[in-house]
């Protein structure tokens, strides 16, 4: 994944400077971060310990948990070290990594909301039928195909950005996303010669 631009890494302009204040922020953002983590592993250990819990909405829950530790551990720490440097550059390759987790992240976060609803739906409307639509193979596939193809989806769309060659490298948001950075893509580009 190597990008073909002159440029090797992006400017985060967004992070000024705020004097002493940053320490605040960042000591904010950090309690933040651990408040975070250990809430989320709390109720996966919760979710796993307890034998009542080994229900599929709670399954779900769970993935949802573990989804909310990877979507944290992807954004706040580089937060945390932007708030805290100086000089607030990132590399390219590091950019689309980051691109990569909160675009897995978010896809993960609305394909298991989704399931949550069908989970829902069927307790519901087909009380019944639930145990015998809901099968704990069908949930482990479930979360499994929920995680995988958020990987997959998210791997092409990094994979078919990073080459693009870049006509700029100064980001102005707190965190990087492929749209910022796609603002970035020389518009003499074409992919497709018109004949």
Known sequence: MVNSSLFSYFIVSAYSDTGNLKYLFFL?????????????LLLIVVICMNRSLHEPMYLFLCSLFVNELYGSAGLIPFMLVQIISEIHTVSVSYCFLQIFYLYTYTTIEFFSLAIISYDRYLAICCPLQYNTCMTSNKVALFIALTWLSAFLSCAVTVSLSAPLQLCGNVINKLYISLPSSTFLVDSSLHLYKAD
Not at 28 to 40: I, K, P
């Open 28 to 40: 904010m953002l950090l309690c933040l971060y651990a408040l975070t983590v250990c809430a989320n």
